[in-house]
């Protein structure tokens, strides 16, 4: 059973630029992609969402290539407070299941 | 305009016993979803209602759960009887549009420990 895989933790400074990538090899083909953050003790809180190609909103980009087999999550310059769960979501299985990724915790330091 | 609020916060029960959590999603949201995360694991779909009716319930994990959302305002899950493996935190959230890939609101979970 294909999963939704993301690298499990990811360390960065204040000021960097952060690349997060899901894997989700058994996307459906017509429904986009979705990101999430989630802080302790919180639901996730949406980002961004995207097709193909690139998507940019205030907070983030989104990179997806033609196969949209994968997807990239780029946050410009962190800080403290991006330290948080980064989760993918995609619609798999012909387009019916709403599937979560493994998630990222990123930890954002001085 | 008030959020996706889930109550309680907490549950701590025994097994065998049965537990209803509640999910209160942000008024007009015709879409309600029902996701939990297991220790260590990550966030799987249970289940998703379009106003009053179940559109999807391939994610329920067995027939002792039971969600309602009758009238098409809140939901309600509930454990029947609880085991050890069901402990984890529920999420509820909502969305307005017709699209399970569009935005959701997400509460802020209810943690269930089954001892």
């Known amino acids: 059973l294909a999963k939704t895989t993301q690298p499990i933790s990811m360390d960065s400074y204040e000021g960097q630029e952060v690349n997060i990538t899901c894997s989700h090899n058994?996307?459906?083909?017509?429904?986009?992609i979705t990101w999430y953050q989630q802080f302790p003790s919180q639901g996730p809180r949406f980002i961004i969402q995207?097709?193909?190609t690139k998507v940019t909103n205030e907070v983030a980009s989104l990179f997806i290539p033609a196969d949209r087999k994968s997807s990239t999550l780029s946050l410009p310059r962190v800080s403290l407070s991006d330290t948080a769960v980064y989760y993918c979501l995609t619609i798999t299985g012909g387009g019916n299941k709403l599937t979560f990724g493994t998630g990222t915790q990123l930890k954002v330091e001085l | 305009e008030a959020g996706v609020t889930q109550f309680p916060s907490h549950s701590v029960i025994e097994k065998g016993q049965t537990v209803t959590l509640r999910c209160d999603p942000i008024s007009g949201h015709d879409n309600l979803y029902w996701y939990r995360r297991v220790m260590g694991k990550e966030i799987k779909f249970l289940l998703h209602f379009v106003k009053e009716s179940k559109q999807d319930e391939s994610g329920m994990p067995n027939n002792r759960f039971l969600a309602e959302r009758t009238g098409g305002t809140y939901s309600t899950l509930k454990v029947q009887p609880a085991e050890l493996e069901d402990s984890g935190v529920y999420f509820c959230?909502?969305?307005?549009?017709?699209?399970?890939?569009?935005?959701?609101?997400f509460g802020p979970g209810t943690r269930l420990t089954v001892l």
């Open positions: 995207g097709y193909k």
């Open positions: 058994n996307i459906a083909t017509n429904d986009y």
């Open positions: 959230a909502s969305s307005q549009g017709t699209q399970k890939s569009d935005e959701q609101f």
